[in-house]
């Protein structure tokens, strides 16, 4: 396995335009995440799945975004609308909580930029 | 509200020294906490952590020390070398049984180890 991969990598769009980003966690991951991260501050957290349940949705996460994991594998998280404000890096992980773990293993992130 | 803190946004030492992170957190629910480790444009990549009924977990160069009474938690690389130049985030979580195990994250240290 090679770990959790993020698509795109890059995204330059205009403001008002919808974009969607994929996340392929670790395959044997039942928990997968979706953070942000602007300059200067650590990952935030966003919305969580077990499974193909969304579970818990942060409040920094408006009505103009959207997650979905189908079938409990990969992830899209989609932005409708998008503001300059959205300009940022979008993080996903993906943990088992196995053995008494809890560490949860990021992309390399997609890097949105709103013009 | 920042509930996990690493108030030095930066750190600077020798090669060979020690280098010393640290990291002050607020709430009592917190039992689990984690370093990561970020270069630029990539995902922050796993280092170690630490339950909160230990308080001290070693991984070769890298110690992490929990102190409970005080919330702190501190790593410790040592000998520090140019390729552990990096952000290190400190992050923490609830491991009990039926949350989320979202990350709380701090806002940072760049740490740069000079040859």
């Known amino acids: 396995d090679t770990g959790v991969s993020q698509n795109p990598r890059h995204k330059i769009t205009k403001r008002g335009q919808n974009v969607t980003f994929r996340c392929d966690p670790i395959s044997e991951h039942n928990r997968l995440y979706w953070y942000r991260q602007t300059l200067g501050q650590g990952p935030e957290f966003l919305t969580y799945f077990q499974n193909e349940a969304q579970l818990e949705k942060s409040r920094l996460l408006s009505d103009r975004f959207s997650a979905e994991r189908p079938k409990g594998s990969f992830s899209t998280l989609e932005i409708q609308r998008t503001e300059q404000g959205d300009s940022a890096m979008y993080l996903c992980?993906?943990?088992?909580?196995?053995?008494?773990?809890?560490?949860?293993?990021f992309g390399p992130g997609t890097r949105l930029t709103v013009t | 509200d920042q509930q996990v803190k690493q108030n030095s946004p930066s750190l600077s030492v020798q090669e060979g020294r020690i280098s010393i992170l640290n990291c002050d957190y607020t709430?009592?629910?917190?039992?689990?906490f984690l370093w990561y480790k970020k270069y630029p444009a990539e995902g922050p990549t796993f280092l170690i952590s630490?339950?909160?009924?230990?308080d001290k977990n070693e991984d070769g160069r890298f110690t992490v020390f929990l102190n409970k009474s005080a919330k702190h938690l501190s790593l410790h690389i040592v000998p520090s070398q140019p390729g552990d130049s990096a952000v290190y985030f400190c992050a923490a979580t609830s491991a009990i049984s039926g949350n989320t195990g979202k990350l709380i994250f701090g806002q940072g240290t760049t740490l740069q180890v000079k040859p």
């Open positions: 630490i339950s909160s009924i230990k």
């Open positions: 992980a993906s943990s088992s909580h196995s053995g008494g773990n809890y560490e949860q293993y």
């Open positions: 709430n009592s629910m917190f039992d689990y």
